[in-house]
């Protein structure tokens, strides 16, 4: 029996923000844009969401179902197989290629602007940590989960879920010493450009965790 994230025809406030993320894929930029959870902090209705972070719940609806396109297919209508080549080319490749690039940017800007009010002192060797981990987390996901999706062990689902958790933490780490991914005015052009490209690994990751925790594996856990 497989199983597939539903929603309400019409997504109120009230429908969970995992399962506005299945159903309407340009949900994902709407939630990153206004710092919703919709990975690891998901199962929860839009309006508590909205109202943490003191934000109109009806005003972001109305924005996400604008944004949705009616040629949109949900990954929940495909296969698990599907979902997981798709997660490798669209997810796993780039990252392989961003982190290591992201790394010496940030090692650079400290090296070069060290002594400069906001620079980001010890990003460089978080993102190193934190990219050897994620490197790891991939390969038990290539290795041993995605060529057993029909019958998966259930604790190698629930171990990678539990790392998707500290991979949610280490991004607020890298905001923490990014003040936010704001470059302050002095800053170069390689220290913009590193934040933008971890603006972007940020959204990226969150966009592939959520089809991990959310449409994957809770298909894979019930074959």
């Not at 719940?57 to 929940?76: K, M, N, Q, R």
């Not at 060290?114 to 290539?142: F, N, Q, R, S």
Request: glycine share 6%; charged share 25%; hydrophobic share 40%.
């Amino acid at each position: 029996m497989q199983t597939t994230p539903t929603t309400p025809a019409t997504p109120t406030t009230q429908t969970h923000l995992s399962d506005l993320a299945s159903t309407i894929p340009a949900a994902t930029r709407v939630f990153h844009n206004h710092r919703l959870d919709y990975c690891c902090g998901g199962k929860r209705p839009l309006a508590e969401a909205c109202a943490e972070k003191g934000l109109d719940a009806d005003a972001i609806l109305a924005e996400i179902v604008a944004a949705a396109s009616p040629t949109d297919v949900p990954l929940g209508e495909r296969t698990p197989a599907e979902i997981a080549a798709y997660i490798v080319e669209r997810y796993h490749e780039p990252l392989r290629e961003d982190l290591p690039r992201l790394v010496a940017m940030a090692r650079k800007v400290e090296r070069v602007h060290g002594d400069k009010p906001g620079c980001p002192l010890g990003l460089g060797e978080h993102l190193e940590t934190w990219g050897a981990a994620v490197m790891e987390h991939l390969d038990k996901e290539e290795q041993t989960l995605f060529p057993s999706l029909d019958m998966p062990e259930l604790g190698i689902v629930a171990a990678l879920t539990r790392e998707h958790d500290d991979h949610a933490a280490a991004l607020s780490r890298t905001r923490e010493l990014t003040g936010d991914m704001i470059p302050p005015p002095h800053a170069c052009t390689t220290w913009r450009a590193l934040y933008m490209g971890l603006d972007t690994l940020e959204r990226e990751l969150m966009e592939h965790v959520h089809i991990e925790n959310h449409v994957l594996f809770p298909r894979a856990a019930v074959r």
